[in-house]
């Protein structure tokens, strides 16, 4: 066997620190997920996922945030999700590079930079006080959908571009007008991509805390919303309160890893929906 | 001709669409700006440069912000100093360096940390983080500054990844070609020829990644102890904008003084995260020339 030569040798040194960097993060990641799913199942029984909560939170469980956080996500989207698709079909199909274009994409960098919180101040200042719909849902679906809109109209972006040019061109020279191309020869094979981002919106949604805050939240509510007009309780709310609020924490402890595990699952497992739906897609399609 | 009249109407609808985008901006802006004003009509924005927040007195309130700025920037600070050296030598490792299997698994699962939400890694601080920081350094408390810091850290690190991944990846193969084909080993031409290539994307990663995590609420609410005072000490205390925003809201009068201060506060956190977008994208329009 010959020896290596010292380059390559001290070169294999510096990749394995890198790798060492990569990996450490995966770790942590591994490891906090690890810890949540081992103390939080537990903590889950039929009682924890299905009843109301009781003293205050610190008995009982956690039905009612369960559904606020499902409503909660899917009214964020129905919000959502039209109008980013249509803002991605307008700047992928039709936008020119003019001023006006340029300024639409500045809007959406500046809103995808935007912070969480003052997200929920405009919420509070828009949707709570302005048109009157005080702490709410309806206010929460629509300050978490100005938040998530440019997630959507990036990933719906993305999906359309990915269509071959090819496409549209063999639509138009058969005579269709640009409408008819987008939607029967663009759309058809972005809308799984979309679909992804409506996915991701859904995730980032139910995850917020912040926004929802200032604008839709009640710590204690033993039962659910009557009207789109009512407060609701929500997971990661529930969370915070339980981790920070309430006194003697070691008894509250499993209650606190039950409603991490909870919210883990339900952001993870649409997170983990798209993966697969992405990694489907590019076997399906491949031109 | 009729399906050209519908064409324009589409067209027509699709464009006011994608005007809301900017509508939302300006609303935003003026919303906030809104609920600012009767702090700034009252006391003036002299009244903000005090070392000095306390909200609540019975003699004599005082609105001074520079210990929740400083409390952000420390937090910030940390938090960047770690994550860089993470962020920008995982992207090159996944990039560069990974094999195809490894990198279709890698990428995933670190978009998979992205996606944890912000309050259960707050409480993975306070259950775990915490207690680690006060026995690690002797403290009485594990709520620090650096403990939210490491968390933020973490939050940061997936938006580096991805961007800086991004314009590793979309350097020229010609330029890496190049580089191998006059002698200079993988190791040289990734450090002295695809990195600073790529320099701009990492600028632009690394600014997005700060304004993610001077944006950041739950999480520094949740671990970093809230004491608003001006401390440059990693293992003190601090209390953040966003933090103050979050804990402060809750038990205000709407209307009162100390609910225009909260807005202010969050119309200074929107101007810096504004200033930091508009960096970054310059930054990416640049490395997107290739």
């Given at each position: 066997m010959t020896p290596k030569p010292k380059r390559k040798r001290s070169e294999a040194v510096y990749f394995w620190i890198i790798r060492i960097f990569n990996y450490f993060i995966v770790f942590i990641v591994g490891y906090i997920i690890f810890d949540i799913v081992w103390n939080g199942i537990g903590a889950i029984n039929w009682e924890f996922i299905t009843g109301i909560p009781r003293k205050g939170g610190a008995a009982?469980?956690?039905?009612?945030?369960?559904?606020?956080?499902?409503?909660?996500?899917?009214?964020?989207?129905?919000?959502?999700?039209?109008?980013?698709?249509?803002?991605?079909?307008?700047?992928?199909?039709?936008?020119?590079?003019?001023?006006?274009?340029?300024?639409?994409?500045?809007?959406?960098?500046?809103?995808?930079?935007?912070?969480?919180?003052?997200?929920?101040?405009?919420?509070?200042?828009?949707?709570?006080?302005?048109?009157?719909?005080?702490?709410?849902?309806?206010?929460?679906?629509?300050?978490?959908?100005?938040?998530?809109?440019?997630?959507?109209?990036?990933?719906?972006?993305?999906?359309?571009?990915?269509?071959?040019?090819?496409?549209?061109?063999?639509?138009?020279?058969?005579?269709?007008?640009?409408?008819?191309?987008?939607?029967?020869?663009?759309?058809?094979?972005?809308?799984?991509?979309m679909l992804k981002g409506s996915l991701l919106g859904i995730s980032r949604a139910a995850g917020e805390t912040a926004p929802i805050l200032l604008t839709a939240v009640a710590y204690f509510l033993p039962r659910l919303p009557q009207s789109v007009y009512d407060p609701i309780m929500a997971l990661p709310y529930h969370l915070f309160i339980l981790a920070t609020q309430l006194p003697d924490q070691a008894k509250v402890r499993p209650l606190q890893y039950g409603t991490a595990f909870v919210l883990l699952i339900l952001v993870l497992g649409l997170n983990l929906l798209t993966i697969y739906l992405r990694v489907r897609l590019r076997k399906k399609y491949r031109w | 001709m009729q399906s050209r009249v519908r064409d324009k109407i589409v067209r027509l609808m699709l464009l006011s669409a994608a005007s809301t985008s900017i509508l939302i901006v300006v609303l935003i802006f003026l919303f906030i700006g809104r609920e600012a004003f009767p702090f700034v009509q009252q006391l003036g924005l002299g009244a903000l440069f005090n070392d000095r927040w306390v909200p609540v007195s019975f003699e004599h309130e005082s609105f001074g912000i520079l210990p929740l700025l400083t409390g952000s920037l420390v937090v910030t600070f940390i938090a960047i100093v770690i994550a860089v050296p993470f962020g920008v030598l995982s992207a090159v490792y996944i990039s560069e360096i990974a094999s195809p299997r490894e990198r279709e698994i890698l990428k995933p699962f670190i978009e998979l940390l992205a996606g944890i939400p912000s309050v259960v890694i707050g409480f993975f601080g306070v259950v775990v983080l915490g207690p680690i920081i006060k026995v690690l350094f002797g403290l009485s408390s594990g709520l620090t500054a650096l403990t939210g810091a490491l968390l933020l850290a973490l939050m940061a690190i997936p938006t580096i990844i991805t961007i800086a991944e991004d314009a590793i990846r979309s350097v020229p193969m010609a330029f890496k070609q190049a580089s191998i084909a006059l002698g200079a080993s993988k190791l040289q031409t990734i450090f002295r020829v695809t990195v600073p290539a790529a320099f701009s994307g990492i600028?632009?990663?690394?600014?997005?990644?700060?304004?993610?995590?001077?944006?950041?609420?739950?999480?520094?609410?949740?671990?970093?102890?809230?004491?608003?005072?001006?401390?440059?000490?990693?293992?003190?205390?601090?209390?953040?904008?966003?933090?103050?925003?979050?804990?402060?809201?809750?038990?205000?009068?709407?209307?009162?003084?100390?609910?225009?201060?909260?807005?202010?506060?969050?119309?200074?956190?929107?101007?810096?995260?504004?200033?930091?977008?508009?960096?970054?994208?310059?930054?990416?329009?640049?490395?997107?020339?290739y």
């Open positions: 009982g469980g956690i039905f009612p945030a369960i559904i606020g956080t499902i409503l909660l996500s899917v009214g964020t989207v129905v919000f959502a999700l039209p109008l980013g698709m249509f803002t991605a079909i307008y700047l992928s199909e039709y936008a020119k590079t003019s001023r006006f274009t340029r300024l639409i994409r500045m809007a959406i960098e500046t809103l995808a930079g935007v912070p969480s919180i003052v997200f929920g101040l405009f919420g509070l200042g828009l949707f709570c006080l302005f048109f009157g719909f005080g702490q709410s849902l309806l206010a929460g679906c629509l300050t978490l959908a100005c938040m998530v809109l440019p997630i959507i109209i990036v990933t719906s972006e993305e999906a359309l571009k990915s269509v071959p040019q090819s496409f549209r061109e063999g639509s138009l020279a058969l005579g269709a007008t640009k409408w008819q191309t987008v939607r029967k020869n663009v759309l058809p094979y972005a809308v799984p991509g | 600028v632009a990663a690394v600014t997005l990644g700060v304004g993610r995590v001077i944006g950041e609420t739950m999480a520094v609410l949740m671990v970093t102890g809230n004491a608003a005072r001006i401390t440059f000490n990693p293992l003190e205390s601090v209390r953040t904008m966003t933090a103050t925003i979050a804990a402060e809201m809750g038990e205000v009068a709407f209307g009162s003084i100390h609910y225009s201060a909260l807005f202010v506060v969050g119309i200074i956190l929107l101007l810096i995260t504004f200033g930091l977008t508009m960096i970054a994208q310059r930054a990416l329009r640049k490395y997107r020339r």
